[in-house]
């Protein structure tokens, strides 16, 4: 069993419930869309993915093309991460160079 909270549309309030990921997930998309404010709680410690909910009212903004806003979104998180993350040193000390040894000898 996974934590969930979610808002009352009634009153804003939030909620909590305690289900299995896969019997929550059908019920909230039986729920009309403006009401889905859920969320699942993450524990200290526990581990967790990075997820964006990334969305766009298509009527002021009838020109624009939301995979082509994704792509771009995705790849400037994917440098941020790399420019925080990346090993600083990624190429350990080299390797010493065997000797050589002269022609005909």
């Keep these: ?3 969930f909270t979610f808002e009352a549309p009634q009153n804003g309030r939030r909620r909590f ?3 299995d990921v896969f019997a929550f997930v059908p019920k909230l998309l039986l729920t009309p869309e403006a ?4 969320y699942e709680l ?4 526990a581990p ?4 964006f909910d990334l969305e766009f ?3 002021p903004n009838p020109n624009l093309d939301g995979d082509a806003l994704t792509r771009r979104f995705m790849q400037r998180v994917c440098a941020a991460l790399e420019r925080e993350f990346r090993d600083p040193d990624p190429n ?5 160079k065997p000797k050589l040894k002269p022609r005909g000898v």
């Design 42 to 45: 993450i524990r200290p410690g």
């Design 48 to 51: 967790c993915r990075l997820y």
């Design 17 to 19: 419930i305690a289900a």
């Design 35 to 38: 009401q889905r404010h859920a």
């Design 92 to 96: 350990p000390a080299p390797k010493p």
């Design 1 to 3: 069993l996974r934590p």
């Design 57 to 59: 009212q298509r009527r």
